[in-house]
């Protein structure tokens, strides 16, 4: 286990010591144990930029399961390092947000800060790992860790929704992808990233190429709620501000983009790849801006913003795929995609993440989040107006900020594409710049709004549960590194560019680099009168006319019908699923004890008799057997006759003496075989159920004469067949020795290697230990399921009602 | 239950102990002779069911005051615990170590991780017919 390893696994490892904390330092804010950490980590990764800069890895490998391929191995490379300084990076400045956000004395930190650890180092895993098994792990370990943050106020309705929605809709995407995983390895035979990669001619020639590369972006797209996944991450806002600010805007979504970056050089060079790619991203980029105006809720608008601007890096990695193509470097022609895509993934981190803080500073001091009640918040917040202007218009792609630099560069890309003359690029091409540009029209109106609608205009003391002022201090320090890092990176965007931004699109294309070779990256603020300039020109022009007269042309929105959203579409097949269920379940499982034997009986009576006869195991052989004493005899009648005698039993308590009766039958049977241990523990079970049935006895109902029960014929015709076919179990397993015996394992060996004499013991504690370990904590579950059922049983007709 | 079986009552008193030795000369007795830790714990669950059955299960919880679901647990952390262990010395989970001292009175003895692995096999089967038992009998 390297250091590196230890790393990853350290915010695991932290959070199983945070309840501890939590409960024996009461008076600090949980939060100040944690924020040490992913500062440390941040510090830690930034380590290796000196490595990855130039061109160099790091690799650890800890086995786990070698004997499958899968081992716990870690790789820092260019692209990996980025998202871990972003996860570890954001991750402190949000700590520290949260630590001012949420009131010690209201909310459950504990929890808390161990779903967001949870979250920490599962992400971490996810980029850093190089085997795909473990990526997996990890990947659903992000899924599950976002579902309990989304639903941590669970005594709400939409947020137990929304919880659920995600975990729906990005474990099913997880699913897909561990398809994808294993038909990949059925293709190269490695679950290794790194070996996958220099095996991508063998992918790409492969019939499975086409669908594994679609069971891999299925994993993407839901993770990075793509079209038509997206719906999952509105609701997804129903989280605690910070979650949403890290989870949901700058770390997991942006998993299904590390998916896409890694797996570029396996899948890009086919029209398939770039096609989906590009065309999902812009799809979303396009959907997300244009429902994004229609919000009233400045988190709900951000989510669809986030939509958009991931849909954005999506569609400039399918376009930076073209560069795979052509297999030259090419002076950057196609590549300023991918540069772009990176940059942008920064850069969004960057404003997406200050606006959210700054939404959760608005909802916290005035109480709501609703763009009609706020307005004028200006001369009550100037240090938020300022970080929401900046977060804002860099989101809008407004010069001197970062966001302003990458979106010229989205534009390079998206023209560059359409010129482009292969992959049917050039009858259909023209569309992407066209919907891009479309697009950008809509993000630039909807910035105007968050930042205009609540800082401008009228302001309504009456329609604020709270007297608005500035947030304090503790609240603002976040957003404001990360509001001068937009205006950092948008005025020397080249501090980045070899440091971060060459290296991780040498992990993304390392297929165009001759060895020792380093990306030439370099981001210029202006490029002269362009193509791309004008576009934004006119962006901003077109945005502010179409921002003013809003009320007018608003009324598009109500033009689409709702049945056809695909919220609906959701819900509806949610429901019609859990109908479907109801009645399949409705239809077999009747509460009653004796149907269910019937279901178990029938099949283990068809599913072993065929395997006798399809195997041809029946075997009939007395050569090697003792003779039959008259005690033996006696022993069988006496269960024959009390298993019979059961049958026409009037009363419980007969039928449970007789069942005693055969029990203690069979114990001694076990003394006459001289197997005294079976025969104590027969004997002590037999007791103490006889005991627990004379407890259970006083919840039975009364034995009504005219409720005997009656004869049925099919039942006998099952209870004849279990009984013959055990039988012939039985005596075809005394008959068949195909192998030796295990037992002469353990004669040999009981006293030689485990120091014991008593054989069936020492089987018990050592040789099968691991059996009875499992066997006890099954005993262990029972016990507790048992306990919950009775006392915690609901009372009939009153449904708990959930809401409380 | 009715709690007027004065017989039951004091054969019980005398009774109990006995079983309960007994089942404890099984459990450590199990790697050698017949016993071990299940039937140990079987053997201890009847005695305390013996118990409820002569008296009723108020008297019982006063006189036994343990939280059986409780006792579950610390038996699986037994069982887990000495498994965990071996990983200590780099040995694979559940390996078992034995060795033979010399004690005082008892002569040659031996020594196993075996027996801790047992204890918590004993404690999970008490706790967990206990629970049963109790639950089942204290409802309604």
Known sequence: ?804 | MKTNDIILQTVTKFTLFVIILFSIHLFFAGHYHPGGGFIGGLMTSGAIVLLLLAFDIKTVKTILPVDYIKLVAIGLLFAIGTGTGALFFDLPFLTHAFTYVDLPLLGKTSLHTAVLFDTGVFLVVIGVTMTIIQTIGESE
């Open chain 1, 1 to 804: 286990m390297s250091f590196l390893h230890l790393a990853v696994l350290s915010p695991l490892l932290l959070a199983i010591i945070i309840p501890f904390i939590h409960t024996y330092f009461k008076n600090i804010h949980t939060g100040w144990f944690l924020l040490p950490l992913p500062a440390v980590l941040f510090v830690y990764f930034l380590k290796f930029i000196g490595t990855t800069g130039s061109g160099g890895t790091v690799m650890e490998t800890m086995p786990w399961i070698s004997s499958l391929g899968i081992d716990f191995t870690l790789k820092v490379d260019g692209l990996g390092l980025l998202f871990a300084l972003l996860i570890t990076g954001i991750g402190a400045l949000v700590v520290l947000y949260s630590i001012y956000y949420l009131n010690p004395n209201k909310e459950k930190l504990n929890t808390f800060y161990v779903f967001l650890l949870l979250f920490m180092g599962a992400m971490l895993g996810v980029v850093l790992s190089d085997n795909l098994i473990v990526l997996y792990a990890f990947w659903e370990l992000t899924s599950f860790s976002s579902f309990l943050l989304i639903g941590f106020w669970n005594q709400r309705e939409r947020s137990r929704y929304g919880a659920q929605k995600s975990m729906l809709i990005t474990v099913f995407g997880g699913l897909a992808m561990l398809g994808g995983i294993l038909m990949l390895s059925i293709i190269t035979g490695t679950f290794s990233i790194s070996e996958t990669i220099q095996m991508s001619s063998q992918v790409k020639n492969h019939p499975l190429f086409t669908m594994t590369l679609i069971l891999f972006l299925l994993g993407a797209f839901t993770k990075s709620a793509q079209f038509p996944f997206h719906i999952w991450l509105p609701d997804a806002m129903e989280a605690p501000t910070p979650v949403s600010a890290y989870l949901h805007s700058a770390t997991m979504v942006k998993a299904g983009i590390y998916l896409v970056a890694r797996m570029t050089p396996v899948f890009a060079d086919s029209a398939t790849w770039v096609w989906l790619v590009t065309g999902a991203g812009v799809i979303t980029l396009f959907w997300g801006s244009f429902s994004a105006v229609k919000q009233t809720d400045l988190k709900a608008i951000l989510a669809f913003s986030t939509v958009s601007q991931l849909g954005m890096i999506m569609s400039l990695l399918g376009a930076g795929a073209a560069a795979l193509h052509y297999g030259t470097i090419n002076d950057g022609y196609y590549l300023v995609a991918v540069t772009a895509a990176v940059f942008h993934l920064i850069n969004h981190a960057t404003f997406k993440g200050s606006l959210f803080m700054v939404t959760g500073i608005i909802d916290h001091e005035t109480g709501t989040r609703d763009i009609r009640k706020l307005g004028g918040l200006m001369n009550f917040m100037p240090i938020t107006f300022t970080l929401a202007i900046i977060g804002t218009f860099s989101m809008a792609g407004i010069p001197p900020f970062n966001g302003f630099l990458s979106k010229e560069m989205f534009f390079t890309g998206m023209l560059r594409l359409a010129e482009m003359d292969s992959f049917h690029m050039d009858t259909w091409g023209l569309l992407f710049p066209i919907i891009a540009w479309t697009a950008s029209v809509f993000t630039f109106i909807y910035s105007m709004m968050y930042v205009f609608k609540t800082f401008t205009g009228k302001h309504h003391p009456e329609k604020l549960k709270k007297k608005p002022h500035e947030a304090p201090i503790g609240m603002l320090i976040s957003p404001i590194i990360l509001a001068s890092l937009v205006i950092l990176f948008g005025i020397f965007p080249n501090l980045l560019s070899d440091t971060i931004l060459s290296p991780a699109m040498e992990a993304i294309m390392p297929s165009l680099l001759e060895n020792g070779d380093g990306f030439n990256v370099h981001i210029s603020f202006w490029h002269g009168p362009t193509l791309e300039l004008l576009m934004t020109f006119a962006v901003i022009t077109i945005g502010i006319v179409l921002y003013k007269f809003l009320p007018k042309w608003a009324g598009i929105y109500r033009l689409f019908p709702d049945r056809l959203a695909l919220n609906h579409l959701y819900d509806r097949g949610l429901k019609a699923i859990h109908l479907v269920a109801k009645k399949i379940t409705k239809s077999y499982m009747t509460g009653f004890i004796r149907s269910y034997l019937v279901y178990i009986f029938s099949f283990f009576i068809l599913i072993l008799t065929f395997t006798l006869l399809y195997k041809n195991a029946f075997a009939f052989d007395v050569s090697n057997t003792a003779p039959v004493h008259i005690m033996e005899i006696v022993l069988m009648l006496i269960i024959a006759v009390s298993s019979i005698t059961i049958l026409f039993a009037k009363s419980r308590l007969t039928s449970i003496i007789l069942l005693g009766a055969v029990g203690y039958t069979v114990a001694l049977f076990f003394v006459i075989f001289r197997a005294p241990d079976l025969a104590l523990t027969q004997l002590v079970i037999e007791t103490v159920s006889v005991a627990l049935f004379l407890l259970a006895f006083y919840h039975l109902p009364k034995i009504r004469p005219e409720e005997r029960i009656r004869f049925k014929a099919a039942n006998a015709l099952i209870s004849i067949g279990v009984g013959a076919v055990v039988t012939m179990i039985a005596l075809s397993a005394h008959s068949n020795k195909m192998f030796r015996s295990i037992s002469e394992f353990y004669v040999e060996n009981t006293y030689k290697k485990a120091g014991g004499e008593n054989m069936v013991n020492v089987i018990l504690v050592d040789f099968r230990g691991f059996d009875t370990m499992f066997e006890i904590t099954v005993l262990g579950i029972a016990a507790l399921g048992i306990f919950a059922m009775i006392k915690l049983r609901l009372t009939r007709g009153k449904d708990l009602d959930e809401n409380k």
